[in-house]
């Protein structure tokens, strides 16, 4: 493995030492955090392999950013996420340029009159932002197993109390 192929915090594998972490790069040799501890490794001479998968893109018939664009797009399609300045779906014909009446209980108060389109446009974001919230919970390290089920599972009631 050559030099220039290595990247900190790549894992790697040596055949005598095992699988181990890139720490630091110089321009001779990598230090490698192995179980042992850290070693100055030169990867060229040493048999040093990546221990993780690797991808390599040539003769690319179509432009870098149009295909990391349909990379992205794919990612953001299979994830569930919709962007935030997407387009609201279309109302039924009858709600189109429908309002929603609040009105609190005291007659003294005012009524607020919002429009359904919007409405339901921030209802949807809303919705967004807690799928977001639920992965980060999800991805969190600082977590259990156990209290990151408590968090996905606790009823809006509980949370009330």
Known sequence: MKLSELHLGQRVIHPQLGEGVVKAINEFAAEVLF??????????????????????????????????????????????????????????????????????????LQSKEVELDLFFHKLVLMRNQLRILEQKVNSSEALTSAEKFDCNNTSPAAMAR
């Open 35 to 108: 179980l042992e501890g850290r070693k100055p490794i030169e990867p060229e001479t040493s048999g040093l392999t990546a221990a993780e998968a690797q991808a390599s893109l040539s003769g690319m018939p179509m432009p870098l950013e149009s295909f990391i664009n349909q990379v992205v797009d794919a990612a953001v399609n299979r994830l569930g996420i919709e962007r935030p300045d997407g387009s609201v779906h279309e109302l039924a014909a009858r709600w189109k340029t429908g309002k929603l009446i609040l009105q609190p209980s005291d007659p003294s």
